[in-house]
């Protein structure tokens, strides 16, 4: 199985910045043949499902707004929100879709300071 | 637009079986590219994938689950389902129903979710 590591588990940032987590897989998403990396994000609010944010690691989901972003490659990724509101108080988990078994990281709680 | 709707019973005996349903509405489950799947996140907890399924074929499981799960389709009634034999107090979680983005690949991520179930494993 691909262990996805994310870090921090938790980070407090104030209204207004930016917040930063970072996804690391035990072995890389990259699909060379079509050049895309099997990467998601998802948000998850408390009492409700995830929701999709970004896909192939840096592809915004319809209605998703362009403060979330997604880079990187290979196994280290990144989820930064540019410019934090108190919506975005959530868990966010990423996931590989690269090999079965689909894997999640263990989540990054985001506060509010 | 498509969503889902988990149903099933909320407290289930150890070493019983575990039986959820996911209708689906608002499209028809055998058309498309979908794969349809099962995730769960225990109490406070991550999430796990379960399973996905293809209404024509093609099912994958987690290896970790696999020798006590099934997912099966109903295409008459638009639902799929879930069973989870010999259940254990670690089987105790929030079960979600899923649908991924539809690339046409047993390889998406899910872009819709039902609410989810809380399934509880107790005597």
């Known amino acids: 199985d691909i262990v996805m590591t994310q870090s921090p588990d938790s980070l407090a940032v104030s209204l207004g910045e930016r917040a930063t987590i970072t996804c690391k897989s035990s072995?890389?998403?990259?699909?060379?043949?079509?050049?895309?990396?099997?990467l998601a994000w998802y948000q998850q609010k408390p009492g409700q499902p995830p929701k999709l944010l970004i896909h192939?690691?840096?592809t915004r989901e319809s209605g998703v707004p362009d403060r979330f972003s997604g880079s990187g490659s290979g196994t280290d990724f990144t989820l930064t929100v540019s410019s934090l509101q108190a919506e975005d108080m959530a868990v966010y988990y990423c996931q590989q879709y690269y090999s079965h078994p689909y894997t999640f990281g263990q989540g990054t709680k985001l506060e509010i300071k | 637009q498509v969503q889902l709707q988990e149903s099933g019973p909320g407290l289930v005996k150890p070493s019983q079986t575990l039986s959820l349903t996911c209708s689906v509405s608002?499209?028809?489950?055998?058309?498309?590219?979908?794969?349809w799947g099962w995730i769960r996140q225990p109490p406070g907890k991550g999430l796990e994938w379960i399973g996905n399924m293809f209404p024509s074929g093609g099912t994958y499981y987690n290896p970790s689950l696999m020798s006590r799960v099934v997912i099966s389709v109903d295409t008459s009634n638009n639902q799929f389902s879930l069973k989870l034999n010999s259940v254990t107090a670690a089987d105790t979680a929030v079960y979600y129903c899923a649908r991924d983005v539809g690339g046409g690949s047993a390889y998406d991520p899910f872009d819709i979710w039902g609410p989810g179930t809380m399934v509880t494993v107790s005597s």
């Open positions: 608002g499209g028809s489950i055998s058309s498309g590219t979908y794969y």
């Open positions: 072995q890389s998403v990259f699909y060379n043949s079509n050049k895309k990396n099997y």
């Open positions: 192939w690691a840096s």
